[in-house]
């Protein structure tokens, strides 16, 4: 079974299923008595049932045969499906990384699911574009309280997420690459790397330039993951002080993806974009341009 043969957030979308397989005007009490009737004995109650359509428990693949069979459900193929997804549950799979923060684990599982990662950021470079010396600065400023190991498992747990092999496009806001939260030279190296990104074909990168004015990626950023796969629905991404926010509802993900289709097409073109970059590497810091004009090493 490969990775693709599942979503990462596979749980609470075989819970969702269950609870959606129930016919319309059936109780849960109504299925359990047709559950029990199958000679199953005491395995099922309403309290168990409850639990698995609302993801409190998990639902066993053979116990997918019997709802199947109760809701009177023909479908062989969805059946073999959901049974493949209640096996990797069992697993527990996806669990937390080191340096992970918690809000992420699950974001994260299904950004290496996702074939195409569209990210709107109006003030950070995003994590998958950052270089390790630019991570470090970046995590050193935001939580200062950090102790050395825990700002290099943070580090190590970044650059792990941009091995994920999929379509990037990416929307900044201008003031994203003149905010500079590192030493000059950190802040070179990364300027660089995303011209270097999108020189290498990794990156589509697009830059919203400050002429525009207000626009309605002011809103705040987000993220949107596609996937090849048709049982995997496109779903969006957002984070803040107040938590975290997964958007699932079609309606709202076409309401964010309309909103990035119009960032985008605000953007400067790719070269206008790159010339932009190198006009700011420019006007940095004379200490850092003779830097780069000697040949110093590169971050």
């Known amino acids: 079974m490969t990775q693709h043969d599942v979503p990462s957030d596979v749980r609470k979308r075989l819970a969702k299923r269950v609870k959606q397989l129930r016919p319309a005007g059936m109780t849960q009490p109504n299925a359990v008595a047709l559950l029990q009737a199958l000679n199953t004995g005491n395995r099922w109650s309403v309290s168990k049932l409850s639990k698995i359509e609302n993801n409190q428990a998990r639902v066993l693949p053979d116990e997918l045969d019997e709802l199947f069979a109760v809701y009177r459900n023909a479908d062989p193929g969805e059946l073999a499906k959901l049974k493949r997804w209640a096996r990797v549950a069992k697993r527990g799979w996806p669990q937390r990384r080191p340096g992970l923060p918690e809000n ?57 997420r941009q091995n ?20 000059a030279e950190v802040w070179i190296g990364q300027l660089r790397h995303l011209i270097d990104m999108v020189r290498s074909g990794r990156l589509d990168l697009r830059v919203i330039p400050r002429s525009v004015g207000i626009h309605p990626g002011h809103a705040g950023w987000f993220a949107l993951l596609s996937f090849a796969n048709p049982d995997f629905p496109d779903r969006g991404y957002t984070d803040g002080r107040g938590g975290s926010l997964y958007l699932e509802d079609p309606d709202d993900v076409a309401g964010c993806s309309k909103t990035f289709d119009t960032l985008y097409d605000l953007a400067l073109p790719e070269n206008e974009t790159i010339s932009l970059i190198d006009d ?18 590169r971050t």
């Open 104 to 160: 992420l684990t699950e974001f994260a599982a299904a950004e290496m699911d996702a074939d195409k990662q569209c990210i709107w950021e109006p003030l950070l470079v995003p994590a998958q574009c950052q270089t390790a010396g630019f991570a470090e600065a970046l995590i050193k400023a935001m939580e200062p309280t950090l102790t050395p190991d825990e700002v290099a498992t943070r580090v190590h747990a970044r650059m792990a």
């Open 280 to 297: 700011i590497i420019e006007q940095l810091t004379p200490e850092a341009r003779g830097d780069r004009e000697s040949g110093g090493a």
């Open 164 to 183: 994920a092999e999929q379509e990037l496009v990416v929307v900044l806001d201008e003031d994203v690459l003149r905010r500079k939260v590192a030493p």
